[in-house]
C-alpha cells in the first residue's frame, strides 16, 4: 500500500537556524498537509496545500513557516528562526480529496536546542 | 473555540473483550468527524470517517457511530486484540481540510 514518507526522522538543530522537513505525498494525491505533536500534547493542523498554494492554515502557521511543492513528488515545511517551542513531531499527510481519508507519514522529530 | 473530548483518558482491557470510546465535539460547521489509530512513534492511521448524514461507519472490528443532533460519536471495538493497543483519536473538520484532534483515549489490551 502506498505511504507517505517523511525524512528525515529526527531533526537537530540550533535555536534560531533555519530547518526543512521533507515529504513525499502518495503520488496521485492532490491535498497536502502538515501537523506537529508536541510531546504529550494532541496533534495541530498547520497548513493544508492544493493546487500550489495554501487552502487553510492555522494561528500557529506564522511567517516563519512556509510550505513548497518543488516538483511533482516533495511537499517542505520551512522554519526560519527556529525557537525552542518548535520542538515537536511534524506529521505530513496527504489526500486525495479534501473529504478523504488523510494518509500521515511517521513524522520527523525536530529537536531544537 | 473548537473543541473536541474524548473519554476515557485511558482504559484497559482483556484480549477479546469489547470496548467503547466516546468523544464529544463543538465544532461548527460540521463537515465530517474522523477516528485515527496512533501507535507510538508513529502517524496517525484512519479508521472511519462520517459526514453528517452518515450515522454509523465499519472497519472490520472497529464500528462508529455519530449524532450530529447532540454531537457525540463513539468507537466500538470488538473483540480486542492484542495489536488494538493504540491511542485513538477523534478528529472533527469544520471546513474538510484543516482537522481538530482530540486528545485521545489511550487503550491498553492485556493478554
Known amino acids: 500500500e502506498p505511504e507517505v514518507t517523511q525524512t528525515p526522522s529526527h531533526q537537530v538543530t540550533q535555536m534560531g537556524q533555519e530547518v526543512i522537513l521533507r515529504c513525499v505525498p502518495i503520488?496521485?494525491?492532490?491535498?497536502f498537509y502538515w501537523y506537529r505533536q508536541i510531546l504529550g500534547q494532541k496533534v495541530e493542523f498547520l497548513v493544508s496545500?492544493?493546487?500550489?498554494?495554501?487552502?487553510?492554515k492555522s494561528e500557529i502557521f506564522d511567517d516563519q513557516f512556509s510550505v513548497e511543492r518543488p516538483d511533482g513528488s516533495n511537499f517542505t515545511l520551512k522554519i526560519r528562526s527556529t525557537k525552542l517551542e518548535d520542538s515537536a513531531m511534524y506529521f505530513c499527510a496527504s489526500s486525495g480529496q479534501a473529504v478523504q481519508p488523510q494518509h500521515f507519514g511517521d513524522g520527523t522529530r525536530l529537536s531544537i536546542l | 473555540k473548537n473543541q473536541v473530548e474524548q473519554s476515557p483518558q485511558s482504559l484497559i482491557i482483556l484480549e477479546g473483550k469489547n470496548c467503547t470510546l466516546q468523544?464529544?465535539?463543538?465544532?461548527?460547521?460540521?463537515?465530517?468527524l474522523r477516528w485515527y489509530k496512533q501507535d507510538t512513534g508513529r502517524g496517525p492511521v484512519s479508521l472511519t470517517i462520517?459526514?453528517?448524514?452518515?450515522n454509523t461507519k465499519s472497519n472490520g472490528r472497529y464500528t462508529a457511530t455519530l449524532d450530529a443532533d447532540t454531537k457525540q460519536s463513539s468507537l466500538h471495538i470488538t473483540a480486542s486484540q492484542l495489536s488494538d493497543s493504540a491511542s485513538y483519536i477523534c478528529v472533527v473538520s469544520a471546513t474538510g481540510y484543516a482537522l481538530n484532534f482530540g486528545k485521545g483515549t489511550s487503550l491498553l489490551v492485556t493478554p
Open positions: 503520488s496521485n494525491h492532490l491535498y
Open positions: 496545500f492544493y493546487n500550489n498554494e495554501i487552502s487553510e
Open positions: 462520517m459526514t453528517f448524514s452518515e
Open positions: 468523544c464529544n465535539y463543538t465544532v461548527s460547521p460540521f463537515s465530517n
